[in-house]
Antibody, heavy 122, light 107 residues
């Protein structure tokens, strides 16, 4: 049973870089896709991006210029960096396993981590 | 960009059938999935590939997808089903897309 756990600072100052790590247990990140999703307080879900086991990445076009997802296979972790944050980046950040059936456009997130709230404020 | 539209709220009486829609251009040509999110909890996958249920998801949850609309149906709705529901699909231009979410109230 794969489990994911987000970790990182809960408070980030405006214009700085938000950094989070997702630790995966019960499965290897050397397989499948691994993703970040966020949810501003009281609002809906927003996909941020994913990293494939090969190391290739794909990002939400609206965030692509500020986001980097990377991985550390030796620690079975993948990470998120969001640069130049503003109050609009305040959200609960989730990591999740992203399952995609090759060549079909069929994909889904399962399971999800418990999420971590990141507040952008001075 | 590709957008998925959900009604902000749906109400249902206990024991009745609830239907939550998700609309997008030619959505029926794509695969849709659904998540349930209860307050303070992470989203949980309840339907994938339009109509498949993951292990452990009750049979009262079902899905369909045709034309421009995917539909999540909850038969015999229970109080425990009160939650936010999100649809999700893939579009070649936008990649992963979520609907705005629907709050299901069981009255």
């Amino acid at each position: 049973q794969v489990q994911l756990q987000e970790s990182g600072p809960g408070l980030v100052k405006p214009s700085e870089t938000l950094s989070l790590t997702c630790t995966v247990s019960g499965g290897s990140i050397s397989s499948y896709y691994w993703s970040w999703i966020r949810q501003p307080p009281g609002k809906g879900l927003e996909w941020i991006g994913y990293i494939y086991h090969s190391g290739s990445t794909n990002y939400n076009p609206s965030l692509k210029s500020r986001v980097t997802i990377s991985r550390d296979t030796s620690k079975n972790q993948f990470s998120l960096k969001v640069r130049s944050v503003t109050a609009a980046d305040t959200a609960v950040y989730y990591c999740a396993k992203f399952i995609a059936v090759a060549g079909t456009g069929s994909n889904w997130f399962d399971p999800w981590g418990q999420g971590t709230l990141v507040t952008v404020s001075s | 960009s590709y957008d998925l539209t959900q009604p902000p709220s749906v109400s249902v009486s206990p024991g009745q059938t609830a239907s939550i829609t998700c609309s997008g251009d030619k959505l029926g040509d794509k695969y849709a999935c659904w998540y349930q999110q209860k307050p303070g909890q992470s989203p949980v996958l309840i339907i994938y590939q339009n109509n498949k249920r993951p292990s452990g998801i009750p049979e009262r949850f079902s899905g369909s997808n045709s034309g421009n609309t995917a539909t999540l149906t909850i038969s015999g709705t229970q109080a425990m089903d009160e939650a936010d529901y999100y649809c999700q699909a893939w579009d070649s231009s936008t990649a992963v897309v979520f609907g705005g979410g629907t709050k299901l109230t069981v009255l």
